[in-house]
T-cell receptor
């Protein structure tokens, strides 16, 4: 079956702009999580959505937001981009989420802010 | 808050040999999950192995096994018979059983290179 699909794979934006990243989970998976990966901070949890509801949120400013649709697809949005937002953004899906669940990751979206 | 520490930023091993990657974590919880994920140059993270804290038996998956020392809060990964395809970043991760969420807390990773 198809894996987790993230689009676009690469993105270049200018400071101050906003960006929307998309994640299509594995068919049947209802939980979607987002992570930011940078060389300095490593992998950091952004948020998790389950059945269109945000179930958990990491320590990121309000410029980072997300949503999940009824078909479990998820989007994350970053407004007023800063240079420090340059990162690899990873999406992970799982059947129902929750502790101990195996998360299946996409290949990520590489965002560069110039 | 939970923290995960991987003290070896880089390691290398010869093909067919055995290598052990270290991971320590800090938590006040008694039950939780620990994971090792692999991220090859293709960037896609793949689950290598998972351990539930209340299970005393160390998890194994083919050539991959863990040494879980709960009291010491240590969770090392042993890769036996290393293969070139094992070259990747390896991340240790923690998942709390509280809150019902899937949130993973990752270490900074260990870059493993398998040499021919």
């Amino acid at each position: 079956k198809a894996g987790v699909t993230q689009t676009p794979r690469y993105l270049i934006k200018t400071r101050g702009q906003q960006v929307t990243l998309s994640c299509s989970p594995i068919s049947g998976h209802r939980s979607v999580s987002w992570y930011q990966q940078t060389p300095g901070q490593g992998l950091q949890f952004l948020f998790e959505y389950f059945s269109e509801t945000q179930r958990n949120k990491g320590n990121f400013p309000g410029r980072f937001s997300g949503r999940q649709f009824s078909n479990s697809r998820s989007e994350m949005n970053v407004s007023t981009l800063e240079l420090g937002d340059s990162a690899l953004y990873l999406c992970a899906s799982s059947l129902v989420g929750g502790p101990g669940t195996e998360a299946f990751f996409g290949q990520g979206t590489r965002l560069t802010v110039v | 808050a939970q923290t995960v520490t991987q003290s070896q930023p880089e390691m290398s091993v010869q093909e067919a040999e055995t290598v052990t990657l270290s991971c320590t974590y800090d938590t006040s919880e008694s039950n939780y999950y620990l994971f090792w994920y692999k991220q090859p140059p293709s960037r896609q993270m793949i689950l290598v192995i998972r351990q539930e804290a209340y299970k005393q038996q160390n998890a194994t998956e083919n050539r991959f096994s863990v040494n879980f020392q709960k009291a010491a809060k240590s969770f090392s990964l042993k890769i036996s018979d290393s293969q070139l395809g094992d070259t990747a970043m390896y991340f240790c991760a923690f998942s709390s059983t509280q809150g019902g969420s899937e949130k993973l807390v990752f270490g900074k990773g260990t870059k493993l290179t398998v040499n021919p």
